[in-house]
């Protein structure tokens, strides 16, 4: 009985690693701001180009991505190249805001 508890007790790690209690997925902050990016325009097909970041200061991430929009036809009136900036402190955003394109304001 203690032999089989105690290979019951061995095992069980390893058995429910597999469950994914102890995964963890880590997505940068460029990849945040492009799915906030396409939250932004859930009406809209985008082909997310260039992700970059820098740090001003040790709290603070500013994540730049370009994206193509995909549902409108190349010398349409509807802007095609999108690109927004997320600013994020101690990994939390703290700003968002498009630099090219966006969502038009509706009249």
Known sequence: MRQAALLLTLLAPGILG???LSKQV?????DRCAHIMQAAMPFAD??????????????T????VRASRTDTPPGSAIERDLAA???FTDNVLT?????KGGPQARP
């Not at 880590?26 to 460029?30: H, I, P, Y």
């Not at 985008?46 to 709290?59: A, C, N, Q, Y």
């Not at 700003?95 to 630099?99: E, G, K, L, S």
């Open 85 to 87: 900036e997320c600013t």
């Open 46 to 59: 985008l082909d997310v180009g260039d992700k970059t970041s820098h740090s001003p200061d040790i709290r």
């Open 26 to 30: 880590s997505v940068s902050l460029t």
């Open 95 to 99: 700003a968002f805001r498009w630099t």
């Open 61 to 64: 991430i500013i994540a730049t």
């Open 18 to 20: 597999g469950c994914g």
